[in-house]
Structure formats: structure tokens, C-alpha cells
């Protein structure tokens, strides 16, 4: 598919749209919603990770009510059972055998309302979804729905109740965002916008699902060049390679930071990527799956800080001719 200034102008516009109508409901963080947004285009699962109360779970509503298509919300507790996400086969006495009843997960998208509560035996029922799009359930496997997507919020690992996400999950997560806390006018009018009833009762939809899967394809088809494809390669290598970091970034993030990147340029007209696409997906792509070795922690060294270096020490292609 070839990706044309019409197809650009539709994309830009229906992605707008979705943006603008979250915005109704979650004041003064725009760019925080452009990423959900983004990240659902690149057909990636989002991790909304910050104290409670600050609208975590308020955003991945929103997003799921501007989307026409089917939702469902699973609350994780330490006593949730893998089959409460999955579902389960039941003896069906009339029929004489055993009927599967799909559980939350089969939807387009699956809000996991504070999923470090829940055991990693519990959070580990997702793996299979989340990567592939299918679920099996006693040897039968059930395919997902298109688009789909998983929504979690979890609070900081420090806070009581939690327990931490395996790093196998983490790095099934295109992105991890953080809400933070609104300016003062934003507070002030979300006093006014939210005094008397949520708004998001009043959310519309204003896309479908062929609308969402159309931006899917669009954005997939955007071009990426070979010395880009070869910058993303050399970032993810130097986090592998960095003496503060114990783990780096996987072959799966590097897919992820390009997926990421085309939707990123598309949203801004363009059918090519740049290196500035590529730098604006790297800290929401690669700080949850980088890990600090012993030394750099107790030495203050911080991920934010790590990944700063690379994207500085990692020449951009059309400037290492130069180096």
C-alpha cells in the first residue's frame, strides 16, 4: 500500500478527533493522550504507571468510549484467577458438554485496572494476548479481535499491595506513560468540568473499528529508510551495551520504536520517518524495560538520564559522514 496526502489528511484528522474528544474529560495533558493514541495505532498495549487519583484509569475510559468498539474492564486483586481473564469451559447440562465462556480479555479493548495487585501467575494470563491475539483455553485456541488493545494501570511498586510486573510482561508493553499532576488552571477547571457529574458520561464515539484499523494499515505502511532502520538498531544496541544498564532493550522494542515511529510521523502528515520520530518514541518505548545494575542505583543513576546519553551518543543518520 502506498501511503498518499489524502490518506495522511484522513489519519490526521480522525486522529485529532480522538485526541480532542479524551481531552474533554482529562485536562492539561495532551501529549500524555497523543501517546495512548499512538500507541493504540501501532497496535501496542499501553502501561499507565503514577499514584493514585491523578486520572489513569480515567484515560484508558476515555480512549475506550471514543472508540466505537467492544470494552471491558478487569480489576485486579490478589485473589484474581487466570480463567477470571481468560475464561473458562462449563458443563452445559442440556447440551451435554462443555461450552466456553469468554472472559474480558476478548474485547477490542481491555482495561487492567491496577494489575500489579494481581499475582504474576494472574498477570501472566495476559502473555499469550497480548503478544499474539489469541487465547487458549484447554488446548483450544480462540483468536482475538481486531483492533485490540490492553490498557493497564498500576500504581509505583513502593506503594502497599503491589506486586512487581515479570519482565517478560513489561516488555510486552509498547509504552509506559505517566499522568503526573495537572498545572493549577487545569485543576481549577477540572473543579468546574467535573464538580457535578463525570464527563465522561457525555463522551461520544467518534471513530469505529474499520475507521481504527484503517489508521492501523495507513500507519504501517509509512516509509521507514534503511538508515533509520539502521539508527534503531544502533540505539537498542547501545542499551545493551551501556555498564550502568544489566538489561537492555529487545529485539521486540526495536520493532516496537519503529512501529511507534511511523504512527508518530503520520500523525504530523508525513509518509517517511525521521530521526526526531524516532527520539520522541524512545523514552515512552524503552523506560520500562531497562534495568539499572546494582552500582548505577546506588549510585543515583536514573533510566531517564541513561537514555538521554544514548540518544546523545548515538549519531543520527546523515550526520555520522560527518563524525
Known sequence: ???????????????????????????????????ATICLLSEGHALIEDVPGVGKTLLARSLARSIDCSFQRIQFTPDLLPSDVTGVSVWDRES??????????????????????ASPKTQSALLEAMEERQVTVDAVTRPLGLPFM???????????????????????????????????????????????HSTLQ???????????????????????????????????????????????????????????????AATQGRDYVTPDDVKEMLHPVLNHRLILQPEAQMRGAGIQSIIDSISERVGVPGARANV
Open 96 to 117: 451435554a458438554h462443555f461450552v466456553f465462556r469468554p472472559g474480558p480479555v476478548f474485547a477490542n479493548v481491555v482495561l487492567g485496572d491496577e494489575i500489579n495487585r
Open 202 to 264: 457525555d463522551l461520544e464515539p467518534v471513530v469505529d473499528g474499520a475507521d481504527v484499523l484503517k489508521m492501523i494499515d495507513i500507519a504501517a505502511n509509512v516509509f521507514v529508510a534503511d538508515a533509520i532502520k539502521s539508527y534503531l538498531v544502533d540505539l537498542a544496541d547501545a542499551t545493551r551495551n551501556d555498564p550502568d544498564l544489566l538489561l537492555g532493550a529487545s529485539p521486540r522494542a526495536t520493532l516496537f520504536m519503529q512501529r511507534a515511529s511511523r504512527t508518530n
Open 1 to 35: 500500500m502506498t501511503v498518499t496526502t489524502d490518506d495522511l489528511q484522513w489519519f490526521g484528522k480522525q486522529f485529532d478527533a480522538i485526541v480532542d474528544n479524551i481531552e474533554l474529560v482529562i485536562q492539561g495533558k495532551r501529549r500524555t493522550i497523543e501517546l
Open 150 to 196: 490492553v490498557v493497564a494501570t498500576q500504581n509505583p511498586i513502593e506503594h502497599e499491595g503491589t506486586y512487581p510486573l515479570p519482565e517478560a510482561q513489561l516488555d510486552r508493553f509498547m509504552m509506559r506513560l505517566g499522568m503526573g499532576y495537572p498545572g493549577r488552571e487545569k485543576e481549577l477547571e477540572m473543579l468546574d468540568t467535573h464538580g457535578h
